[in-house]
C-alpha cells in the first residue's frame, strides 16, 4: 500500500565552486597546466593570452541582460558540473572529429619506435647458431627475463611450461645447457642469472684476467655469504689474503651491474620533471616569496560569446532552436565565470599558504640547516590562517618550492615535536639530521650500533631509546652497523 509522508532533512552540500576550487588546488604545476588546457578546449566561453579587452569582465558583470533573462534564467541545478569537473575519461565522441571530405587522401605520419629491452634479447639470438629447439627454449627464457634481467623461476618450472604452452618437450639439462651457453652471452651482460651471485659471476668472467678478477671470482662462489654480511675476519682467513688484496676485490666487485636490465637505454623509464609551484629568495637578509607565473595564467571570458548571447537575447520572438542556444551560451558563460574565480581563489590559497609556512620557518629558510627547522604539523599552519586542515594537506602533499638549498617538496618541512633534555620541542627532523651526522664521521671500521647511536645522541641532549633510532635510521635509508663497515 502506497505512503505519502513528509519527512526534514538538514543536508550540507559544497557549491560546485567549492568542488572546482578543491580539485585545482591540489594539482601540481604541470597537472594544472594540462586542466587548464582541457577547460580551454571543452569550453569555447573560456579564452586564454593577454589580449584582455579592458574591463570586459566589469561590463559582463553588471550587464542586466546576462544576470536576468526573464523566464530563461539559468540556475545553478541547470548547470552541467560533470562536464568539466569530472575525473573520468571522456566519451569517445568528444575527441573525434571529421573534418575531411569523402574525396580527401587518406595521410599517415611515420613516428619512430624504439626497439624494448626484450625484442633486443631476442634480436641477439640471431647470431647464435642453434636448432629449431634451442631457438625455442631460448626465446621462451628471454620472455621470462624480468626487467631488471634476472630469471626467478626454477628451471623445473620453466620445463613445465615450456611443454604446456610452447609443446616443446625437454629436460632441464637441455633448458639449463641454453641458459647458460646461449642467454647468459647476451648483452648486457649478466643478464639471464637466476640470482644476484650468479649474476656478479657471470659479470667478472667477462672481464679481462688479473689477479684481483680471479679472487672475486672465488669468494663470490665459495663465500658469498661472508662478503654480503662484510664478515671480513672470516674471508682474511678463509683465503689467506691481505687487507689489501681484500679491498681490491671490494672494489673490483663494486664496479659491476647488479640489476643488468635497468642499464638497457629503452628500458628506462622517463624520469619526470619537478616544476617548483613558488620560488624563495633571500634579498637583502629578508625572505620574498613568488607563485610560479605558470599558476597564474591569464584567463577571460569570451567577447564574442557574449555578444552571441546579446544578440539571441534582443530577438523578439525566439524559436524553440535560439532557446536552446541562449541556454548552451549562458551554461558555457556561467562556467568559465566560475573557472576563472577558482582559479583566483587557488592562486590565493597557495599563496597564504606557503606564506606562513616560510615565515613559520623562516630561520631554516634563512640558513639552510635542516636543525633549525621548527615542529610543524597540518594544525599549525590551518590555525594561523585559519584555514581548514585538508586544504593545507593539499598544498602540502603535492606542491615544490624552489629555495637558495635546492627544490623542495613542502610536506618535507612537517614534523612531530619531540622534548629535548631541558624540555624544548624540537622537530624530529633536526634529529635526523644530528644521526645523519654522526653516522657519516664514524669510524667506518667500527661503525657505531645503534644502542652506542643512541647513548651519543643522548650526550648532545636528545633522550631518543634504541628502537626511535634504528627507525629513524631507516627512515634516512642507512643500513645496520654491521653493513657500513669498510676495510
Excluded at 634481467?149 to 637441455?174: C, H, M, P, W
Excluded at 623542495?408 to 644521526?435: A, C, H, P, Y
Amino acid at each position: 500500500m502506497l505512503k505519502q509522508s513528509l519527512h526534514q532533512k538538514l543536508l550540507q552540500k559544497l557549491s560546485p565552486q567549492q568542488i572546482q576550487l578543491m580539485k585545482l588546488i591540489q594539482l601540481p604545476t604541470q597537472a594544472f597546466e594540462e586542466r587548464l588546457k582541457q577547460e580551454i578546449e571543452e569550453n569555447p566561453a573560456l579564452d586564454s593570452g593577454k589580449e584582455e579587452p579592458e574591463n570586459f569582465e566589469d561590463s559582463l558583470a553588471n550587464d542586466t541582460d546576462y544576470d536576468d533573462a526573464g523566464t530563461e534564467k539559468i540556475e545553478a541545478d541547470d548547470i552541467n558540473i560533470d562536464e568539466y569537473l569530472s575525473d573520468d575519461e571522456y566519451p569517445s565522441y568528444k575527441t573525434q572529429a571529421n573534418n575531411y571530405s569523402s574525396d580527401d587522401e587518406e595521410k599517415q605520419v611515420p613516428y619512430a619506435a624504439g626497439t624494448t629491452f626484450h625484442q633486443s634479447l631476442k634480436n641477439q639470438l640471431n647470431t647464435f647458431r642453434i636448432d629449431e629447439e634451442e631457438r625455442s627454449i631460448a626465446e621462451f627464457l628471454v620472455g621470462s627475463i624480468d626487467d631488471s634481467g634476472y630469471i626467478r623461476r626454477e628451471i623445473i618450472d620453466l620445463v613445465d611450461d615450456l611443454a604446456f604452452t610452447q609443446n616443446v618437450f625437454t629436460s632441464e639439462e637441455k633448458v639449463l645447457d641454453v641458459l647458460c651457453n646461449v642467454v647468459q652471452r647476451l648483452d648486457p651482460v649478466g643478464v639471464g642469472a637466476r640470482d644476484l651471485k650468479e649474476c656478479l659471476v657471470i659479470q667478472l668472467k667477462a672481464k679481462s684476467e688479473k689477479q684481483s678478477r680471479q679472487l672475486a671470482i672465488d669468494i663470490l662462489e665459495n663465500a658469498f655469504d661472508h662478503f654480503v654480511k662484510k664478515h671480513y675476519k672470516k674471508l682474511l682467513e678463509k683465503f689467506n689474503i691481505t687487507e689489501e688484496q681484500l679491498k681490491e676485490v671490494i672494489t673490483e666487485i663494486g664496479k659491476l651491474n647488479p640489476k643488468p636490465g635497468s642499464s638497457y637505454a629503452g628500458n628506462n623509464k622517463i624520469a619526470e620533471q619537478i616544476v617548483p609551484d613558488f620560488t624563495i629568495r633571500i634579498l637583502e637578509g629578508q625572505l620574498e616569496l613568488t607563485l610560479n607565473s605558470r599558476n597564474a595564467p591569464e584567463l577571460h571570458v569570451s567577447r564574442e560569446y557574449n555578444n552571441m548571447l546579446k544578440g539571441y537575447q534582443d530577438s523578439k520572438e525566439k524559436s524553440k532552436a535560439q532557446k536552446d542556444a541562449v541556454l548552451f551560451i549562458k551554461q558555457k558563460l556561467d562556467a568559465a565565470k566560475w573557472f576563472i574565480d577558482a582559479i583566483k581563489q587557488r592562486q590565493q590559497t597557495l599563496l597564504v599558504t606557503m606564506n606562513a609556512i616560510m615565515h613559520y620557518q623562516e630561520e631554516y629558510f634563512l640558513t639552510g640547516d635542516e636543525r633549525k627547522l621548527k615542529p610543524m604539523i597540518l594544525k599549525d599552519i590551518a590555525d594561523g590562517i585559519n584555514m581548514d586542515v585538508s586544504t593545507v594537506s593539499r598544498v602540502a602533499n603535492s606542491k615544490y618550492v624552489s629555495t637558495p638549498y635546492g627544490t623542495k617538496l613542502i610536506k618535507e618541512f612537517f614534523s612531530e615535536s619531540m622534548k629535548n633534555d631541558q624540555g624544548e620541542d624540537v622537530s624530529t627532523r633536526e634529529i635526523k639530521k644530528i644521526l645523519e651526522n654522526v653516522i657519516a664521521e664514524e669510524d667506518k671500521r667500527k661503525p657505531l650500533t645503534d644502542e652506542k647511536l643512541s647513548k651519543l645522541l643522548k650526550e648532545k641532549g636528545y633522550p631518543i631509546a634504541r628502537r626511535t633510532v634504528a627507525k629513524y635510521r631507516e627512515q634516512l635509508d642507512i643500513p645496520v652497523a654491521r653493513l657500513r663497515k669498510e676495510i
